[in-house]
């Protein structure tokens, strides 16, 4: 079967650094993705990585590991805005997105 | 429209009643989603479409159905509504139904059913 573990909460300041961890168990792998969401809305795509790396996109990076089932978004310079809930997904078998439950992320001035 | 849109915004409903919650897209993408969002709990599929004219079932499909008549409408029907389908629905698109699937998401529907 499929699994995905995220930590359910993390609190982070203000202009800090944060690192949200994501480990997967799939059967086979095609991707892994992670989306915001702020609260009362829609999930919006962040990042998808296919390949074992780090991916920078402005302040936001995501890394995976494959051979670990392992993935980390990270967050520099953090903002208020910010604060909302990451979500984890891998595609299935059948290409379709199994999710994590998601991490909310609290920022404190 | 631009983009997704989803109708009603929220609703309360009596267990027993039928409720069809509608989505649109102007994306003019071939793959659309249904899933229900439940505290705690992660995104869990409903229903699918890869392309118009077929649906497949999700993680969680029993009391639910769609149709998928033509590419821009994906409608999800609760037949016959029970307090344990109180959640938020959200529907999404994306252009293609393969690995690489981006979705965009509609903006939900917050159902309750008393």
């Known amino acids: 079967g499929q699994n995905i573990d995220q930590p359910t909460e993390m609190t982070a300041t203000e202009g800090a650094i944060v690192q949200i961890n994501c480990t997967y168990q799939?059967?086979?792998?095609?991707?892994l993705f992670w989306y915001q969401q702020h609260a009362g809305e829609a999930p919006t795509f962040l990042s998808y990585?296919?390949l074992d790396g780090l991916e920078e996109k402005g302040r936001f990076s995501s890394f995976l590991s494959r051979s670990k089932g392992y993935s980390y978004l990270l967050l520099k310079e953090l903002q208020m805005k910010d604060s909302a809930s990451y979500l984890c997904?891998?595609?299935?078998?059948?290409?379709?997105?199994?999710w994590g439950a998601g991490t909310k992320l609290i920022i404190k001035p | 429209i631009a983009g997704i849109t989803q109708a009603p915004t929220s609703q309360i409903l009596a267990a027993g009643r039928r409720m069809t919650l509608r989505c649109t897209q102007d994306?003019?993408?071939?793959?659309m989603y249904w899933y229900r969002q439940d505290l705690g709990l992660g995104l869990r599929l409903i229903h699918y479409?890869?392309?118009?004219?077929?649906?497949g079932k999700g993680e969680v499909p029993d009391g639910y159905s769609v149709s998928r008549a033509n590419t821009d409408d994906f409608p999800l029907t609760l037949a016959s509504a029970v307090p344990s389908q109180t959640s938020v629905y959200f529907c999404?698109?994306?252009?293609?139904?393969?690995?690489?699937?981006?979705?965009?998401f509609g903006p939900g529907t917050r159902l309750t059913v008393l």
């Open positions: 999404a698109s994306s252009p293609t139904s393969g690995a690489y699937n981006e979705q965009f």
């Open positions: 994306m003019r993408h071939n793959a």
């Open positions: 479409s890869n392309t118009a004219g077929t649906t």
């Open positions: 799939t059967s086979g792998f095609n991707g």
């Open positions: 990585n296919v």
């Open positions: 997904a891998v595609p299935d078998s059948n290409y379709q997105l199994i």
